[in-house]
């Protein structure tokens, strides 16, 4: 492989970027400073971009889909509800999500057809962000615990009613903004680092407060925004160069 097509495939830089970054001296083999963009490369080659290590990027693609309420994060429901892959377009048969929303939540759901990316966000403690709407008032023991974080031995309520799920650690809430606070109902955002089985919902639950409505809106850096509602779209540049990065920065 030409050295100009290596940089482009293995970096954020088109090709003739990488002719201007070879032409410029920045990129080296070996510690020798190549300026030939038709310098041939293979796997072994270690390739040096402003004096940093260049290293191969696993291809793969990363998707963000609106999920609505009434659907199934899963392949098949033995209950026969619809399930995510019925509204997916087939080409995305075969990616995997990142995580779970469950049939009564809404919201941005990523998938991918890397398992190693869902694996690292999964696992990354990339902030997840939520639109809540509760059954009553939210009161300071709440916010308390928000702040402070929670352990309970019976998680249960909340919970799926076939869930084996009992005992649950809440960290604290990265942050929260509260939207209305009345005696019928209200409507909070929250952030919170972890992916735990309908953690929110257990969470608000104990005390005595039913989830009418939640809707995740970013996942890390990426974002719902204005995506219409069982749609779907490829990750943008810019949010494909921070999840390079992530991965990068994880591996080392």
């Not at 997840?128 to 702040?147: H, N, P, Q, T, W």
Request: charged content about 30%.
């Amino acid at each position: 492989m030409r050295l100009n097509q290596y940089i482009a495939h293995h970096s954020k830089y088109s090709r003739r970027e990488a002719d201007k970054l070879i032409a410029e001296g920045k990129v080296s083999i070996h510690k020798e400073v190549i300026l030939d963009f038709s310098y041939q490369v293979d796997s072994k080659t270690k390739v040096y971009l402003n004096g940093k290590p260049l290293r191969e990027q696993e291809q793969y693609s990363v998707i963000a889909y609106h999920k609505p309420k009434g659907e199934i994060v899963s392949k098949k429901d033995d209950r026969g509800r619809r399930v995510i892959y019925d509204s997916l377009p087939k080409k995305f048969a075969h990616f995997m999500p990142v995580g779970r929303l469950d049939f009564a939540s809404e919201g941005l759901l990523l998938l991918s057809d890397s398992a190693k990316v869902v694996r690292t966000l999964m696992e990354s403690g990339l902030e997840r962000v939520y639109l809540i709407k509760l059954s009553g008032m939210i009161k300071d023991c709440v916010f308390d615990a928000m702040e402070s974080g929670l352990s309970l031995e019976d998680a249960s309520a909340g919970g799926h009613s076939k869930s084996k799920i009992k005992a649950m650690d809440f960290a604290p809430f990265a942050g929260y903004t509260c939207i209305k606070n009345t005696p019928k109902y209200s409507k909070i955002k929250v952030i919170i680092t972890e992916g735990k089985n309908r953690e929110l919902r257990r969470f608000f639950a104990h005390f005595g407060l039913e989830v009418l409505d939640l809707k995740r809106i970013a996942y890390g850096f990426v974002h719902l925004n204005n995506l219409p509602c069982q749609k779907v779209r490829f990750l943008e540049r810019g949010e494909y160069n921070k999840l390079h990065a992530l991965l990068q920065d994880l591996s080392l």
